[in-house]
Nanobody, 127 residues
């Protein structure tokens, strides 16, 4: 079971990026996916969530209206579309996976419920 995150980079404020998380080693629609981020010197925090079938999505308040999570299970890939980026969005972004269960769907914002993690991709928003 592996997750590979990519798509990070340096972007100016107001710009956009699309992060990808490719999952392998399991049937992706059985797994819920969360995106988390960790800024320097800070804790890893929840950003967004999508259920295994894509029917449920969640966002932290600071990214609502700017970020959109989606998935293409045929490609075993989850995307995080990030628009109107702000310097405060600068962080390493991680995708994580856990089996689609009632518990996962209710505690999706909690990092320690996710068993599988990708390696992270750096997003830097700066002029």
């Amino acid at each position: 079971v592996q997750l590979q995150a990519s798509g990070g980079g340096l972007v100016q404020p107001g710009g956009s990026l699309r992060l990808s998380c490719v999952v392998s080693g399991f049937t992706s629609d059985y797994f819920d996916i969360g995106w988390f981020r960790q800024a320097p010197g800070k804790e890893r925090v929840f950003v967004s969530f999508i259920s295994g079938n894509g029917g449920r999505t969640r966002y932290t308040d600071s990214v609502k209206g700017r970020f959109t999570i989606s998935r293409d299970n045929a490609k075993n890939t989850v995307y995080l579309h990030m628009n109107s980026l702000e310097p405060e969005d600068t962080a390493v972004y991680y995708c994580a996976a856990e089996l689609d269960t009632i518990d996962t769907r209710s505690r999706y914002y909690t990092s320690n419920i996710y068993e599988y993690w990708g390696q992270g991709t750096q997003v830097t928003v700066s002029s």
